[in-house]
Protein backbone atom coordinates (compact mmCIF):
# COMPACT_ATOMS: atom_id res chain seq x y z
CA UNK A 1 0.00 0.00 0.00
CA UNK A 2 1.14 3.74 -0.70
CA UNK A 3 1.93 5.64 2.11
CA UNK A 4 3.62 8.64 3.55
CA UNK A 5 4.43 9.08 7.05
CA UNK A 6 5.66 12.14 8.39
CA UNK A 7 7.74 12.26 11.80
CA UNK A 8 7.11 14.08 14.39
CA UNK A 9 3.05 15.56 14.44
CA UNK A 10 4.26 18.66 15.54
CA UNK A 11 7.42 20.18 16.96
CA UNK A 12 8.63 23.64 19.23
CA UNK A 13 12.31 24.80 18.93
CA UNK A 14 13.41 28.00 19.96
CA UNK A 15 14.67 30.90 16.58
CA UNK A 16 17.85 30.22 15.56
CA UNK A 17 17.55 27.01 16.54
CA UNK A 18 18.55 23.75 13.78
CA UNK A 19 15.36 20.70 13.27
CA UNK A 20 14.96 17.81 11.01
CA UNK A 21 11.97 16.62 10.02
CA UNK A 22 11.49 13.18 8.88
CA UNK A 23 9.38 11.24 6.15
CA UNK A 24 9.35 7.45 5.29
CA UNK A 25 7.33 5.98 2.21
CA UNK A 26 6.60 3.20 1.11
CA UNK A 27 4.95 4.32 -2.71
CA UNK A 28 6.01 2.56 -5.64
CA UNK A 29 7.36 2.64 -8.39
CA UNK A 30 9.07 6.27 -6.79
CA UNK A 31 9.50 8.76 -9.36
CA UNK A 32 10.24 11.98 -7.04
CA UNK A 33 9.81 13.15 -3.36
CA UNK A 34 8.82 16.73 -2.60
CA UNK A 35 9.04 18.85 0.33
CA UNK A 36 5.98 21.98 0.47
CA UNK A 37 5.51 24.53 3.37
CA UNK A 38 1.97 25.38 4.29
CA UNK A 39 1.27 28.31 6.17
CA UNK A 40 -1.81 27.80 7.92
CA UNK A 41 -4.80 28.87 5.90
CA UNK A 42 -2.85 28.90 2.52
CA UNK A 43 -1.40 26.63 -0.16
CA UNK A 44 1.32 24.12 -0.27
CA UNK A 45 4.31 26.06 -1.44
CA UNK A 46 6.94 23.47 -2.70
CA UNK A 47 10.29 23.62 -1.31
CA UNK A 48 12.31 20.95 -3.09
CA UNK A 49 11.79 18.28 -5.70
CA UNK A 50 14.07 15.60 -5.28
CA UNK A 51 14.98 12.72 -8.14
CA UNK A 52 16.01 8.93 -6.95
CA UNK A 53 19.30 9.98 -7.81
CA UNK A 54 19.32 12.76 -5.63
CA UNK A 55 20.77 12.16 -2.56
CA UNK A 56 20.69 15.94 -0.40
CA UNK A 57 19.07 19.60 -2.60
CA UNK A 58 18.98 22.53 -0.48
CA UNK A 59 16.97 25.84 -1.00
CA UNK A 60 18.65 28.64 1.36
CA UNK A 61 18.20 27.84 4.79
CA UNK A 62 16.34 24.08 3.55
CA UNK A 63 18.02 21.20 3.02
CA UNK A 64 16.33 17.61 1.68
CA UNK A 65 17.99 14.35 2.43
CA UNK A 66 16.87 11.41 0.35
CA UNK A 67 17.72 7.76 0.42
CA UNK A 68 15.90 5.38 -1.86
CA UNK A 69 17.37 2.34 -0.85
CA UNK A 70 15.79 2.81 2.64
CA UNK A 71 12.65 4.96 1.67
CA UNK A 72 13.33 7.88 3.75
CA UNK A 73 13.43 11.66 3.60
CA UNK A 74 14.62 14.39 5.74
CA UNK A 75 14.00 18.12 5.88
CA UNK A 76 16.66 19.89 7.67
CA UNK A 77 15.90 24.09 8.91
CA UNK A 78 18.77 25.87 9.83
CA UNK A 79 18.66 28.79 11.80
CA UNK A 80 15.02 28.44 12.07
CA UNK A 81 13.21 32.19 12.03
CA UNK A 82 9.58 32.58 12.98
CA UNK A 83 8.59 32.77 9.62
CA UNK A 84 9.47 29.36 9.22
CA UNK A 85 6.42 27.96 11.41
CA UNK A 86 3.95 26.59 9.11
CA UNK A 87 3.18 22.48 8.70
CA UNK A 88 5.95 21.00 5.97
CA UNK A 89 4.06 18.23 3.93
CA UNK A 90 6.65 15.29 2.24
CA UNK A 91 4.56 14.41 -1.01
CA UNK A 92 5.91 11.27 -2.48
CA UNK A 93 5.18 10.85 -6.75
CA UNK A 94 4.52 7.52 -8.66
CA UNK A 95 5.68 6.50 -12.08
CA UNK A 96 2.49 6.04 -13.56
CA UNK A 97 0.11 6.60 -16.17
CA UNK A 98 -2.70 9.49 -15.29
CA UNK A 99 -2.48 12.63 -12.70
CA UNK A 100 -3.36 11.15 -9.28
CA UNK A 101 0.46 9.95 -8.82
CA UNK A 102 0.98 11.77 -5.83
CA UNK A 103 0.75 10.57 -1.89
CA UNK A 104 0.42 13.37 0.97
CA UNK A 105 2.01 13.02 4.36
CA UNK A 106 -0.22 14.63 7.02
CA UNK A 107 2.66 16.86 7.91
CA UNK A 108 4.32 17.94 10.63
CA UNK A 109 3.58 21.29 12.21
CA UNK A 110 5.84 23.47 12.94
CA UNK A 111 6.56 26.39 16.22
CA UNK A 112 9.18 28.37 15.85
CA UNK A 113 8.96 30.66 19.23
CA UNK A 114 11.28 33.58 19.77
CA UNK B 1 6.14 35.59 -10.21
CA UNK B 2 2.82 33.85 -11.90
CA UNK B 3 0.32 32.41 -9.57
CA UNK B 4 -2.76 30.57 -8.76
CA UNK B 5 -5.36 32.27 -7.52
CA UNK B 6 -8.66 31.15 -6.03
CA UNK B 7 -11.92 32.99 -5.10
CA UNK B 8 -13.61 33.30 -2.75
CA UNK B 9 -11.53 32.62 0.19
CA UNK B 10 -14.11 31.70 2.46
CA UNK B 11 -17.37 30.62 2.01
CA UNK B 12 -20.36 29.94 4.18
CA UNK B 13 -23.09 28.09 3.25
CA UNK B 14 -26.27 26.18 3.84
CA UNK B 15 -26.54 22.39 4.04
CA UNK B 16 -27.74 21.47 0.49
CA UNK B 17 -26.79 24.76 -1.36
CA UNK B 18 -24.67 24.84 -4.19
CA UNK B 19 -21.49 26.40 -3.83
CA UNK B 20 -19.12 27.16 -7.18
CA UNK B 21 -15.25 27.71 -6.29
CA UNK B 22 -13.50 29.79 -8.74
CA UNK B 23 -9.70 29.23 -9.60
CA UNK B 24 -7.66 31.06 -12.56
CA UNK B 25 -4.57 28.49 -12.77
CA UNK B 26 -0.91 29.89 -14.13
CA UNK B 27 -1.53 31.43 -17.70
CA UNK B 28 0.48 28.72 -20.00
CA UNK B 29 -0.41 25.49 -17.93
CA UNK B 30 -2.09 22.86 -19.19
CA UNK B 31 -3.23 20.65 -16.39
CA UNK B 32 -5.25 21.87 -13.47
CA UNK B 33 -6.40 19.76 -10.27
CA UNK B 34 -8.59 20.38 -7.32
CA UNK B 35 -7.42 19.09 -4.12
CA UNK B 36 -9.12 19.45 -0.91
CA UNK B 37 -7.88 19.10 2.73
CA UNK B 38 -10.28 18.61 6.02
CA UNK B 39 -8.92 20.12 9.27
CA UNK B 40 -6.36 18.22 10.25
CA UNK B 41 -6.13 15.68 8.15
CA UNK B 42 -3.88 15.52 4.24
CA UNK B 43 -4.27 16.95 1.22
CA UNK B 44 -6.72 14.32 -1.03
CA UNK B 45 -7.04 14.44 -4.79
CA UNK B 46 -10.32 15.06 -6.19
CA UNK B 47 -9.67 15.81 -9.61
CA UNK B 48 -7.48 16.39 -12.94
CA UNK B 49 -8.62 18.03 -15.99
CA UNK B 50 -6.92 18.24 -19.25
CA UNK B 51 -7.73 19.27 -22.79
CA UNK B 52 -11.18 20.48 -21.45
CA UNK B 53 -12.38 17.38 -19.96
CA UNK B 54 -11.42 15.21 -17.02
CA UNK B 55 -8.98 12.98 -17.14
CA UNK B 56 -9.16 11.47 -13.31
CA UNK B 57 -11.15 11.44 -10.46
CA UNK B 58 -11.07 10.03 -7.29
CA UNK B 59 -14.10 8.22 -5.26
CA UNK B 60 -14.43 11.62 -3.67
CA UNK B 61 -15.38 13.08 -6.76
CA UNK B 62 -19.00 11.85 -6.56
CA UNK B 63 -22.03 13.24 -8.68
CA UNK B 64 -22.53 16.05 -6.36
CA UNK B 65 -19.03 17.45 -7.87
CA UNK B 66 -18.52 18.76 -11.40
CA UNK B 67 -16.02 21.00 -12.86
CA UNK B 68 -15.41 22.90 -15.57
CA UNK B 69 -13.17 25.67 -17.99
CA UNK B 70 -16.08 28.36 -18.71
CA UNK B 71 -13.62 30.20 -20.43
CA UNK B 72 -10.04 30.45 -21.46
CA UNK B 73 -8.80 31.26 -17.67
CA UNK B 74 -11.03 29.95 -15.17
CA UNK B 75 -11.56 26.70 -13.64
CA UNK B 76 -14.05 26.22 -11.64
CA UNK B 77 -15.34 23.32 -8.99
CA UNK B 78 -19.41 22.88 -8.04
CA UNK B 79 -20.65 21.04 -5.49
CA UNK B 80 -24.72 20.56 -6.29
CA UNK B 81 -25.82 19.99 -2.83
CA UNK B 82 -23.22 20.44 0.01
CA UNK B 83 -23.26 18.07 2.93
CA UNK B 84 -21.73 18.90 6.28
CA UNK B 85 -18.84 16.85 5.61
CA UNK B 86 -17.53 19.15 2.78
CA UNK B 87 -16.48 21.20 4.99
CA UNK B 88 -12.52 21.53 3.84
CA UNK B 89 -10.31 24.03 2.05
CA UNK B 90 -10.37 23.51 -1.42
CA UNK B 91 -7.01 23.76 -2.96
CA UNK B 92 -7.14 24.31 -7.29
CA UNK B 93 -3.30 23.91 -8.47
CA UNK B 94 -1.76 23.96 -12.34
CA UNK B 95 1.13 22.13 -13.70
CA UNK B 96 2.53 22.68 -16.93
CA UNK B 97 3.40 18.84 -17.40
CA UNK B 98 1.64 16.10 -16.32
CA UNK B 99 2.15 13.35 -14.04
CA UNK B 100 4.64 12.17 -11.83
CA UNK B 101 7.41 14.72 -13.33
CA UNK B 102 5.74 18.31 -13.14
CA UNK B 103 6.08 20.57 -10.20
CA UNK B 104 2.83 21.66 -9.00
CA UNK B 105 1.65 25.34 -8.27
CA UNK B 106 -0.90 25.78 -5.33
CA UNK B 107 -3.55 28.28 -5.02
CA UNK B 108 -4.01 29.84 -1.29
CA UNK B 109 -7.18 27.69 -1.32
CA UNK B 110 -11.06 28.21 -0.61
CA UNK B 111 -12.50 27.65 2.85
CA UNK B 112 -15.73 26.27 2.82
CA UNK B 113 -17.82 25.88 5.49
CA UNK B 114 -21.19 24.12 5.37
CA UNK B 115 -23.28 24.82 8.84
Known amino acids: KNQVEQSPQSLIILEGKNCTLQ??????????LRWYKQDTGRGPVSLTIMTFSENTKSNGRYTATLDADTKQSSLHITASQLSDSASYIC?????????????FGTGTRLTVIP | EPEVTQTPSHQVTQMGQEVILRCVPISNHLYFYWYRQILGQKVEFLVS????????KSEIFDDQFSVERPDGSNFTLKIRSTKLEDSAMYFC?????????????FGEGSRLTVL
Open chain 2, 49 to 56: FYNNEISE
Open chain 2, 93 to 105: ASSGVQGAAGELF
Open chain 1, 23 to 32: CNYTVSPFSN
Open chain 1, 91 to 103: VVSVKRAGANNLF
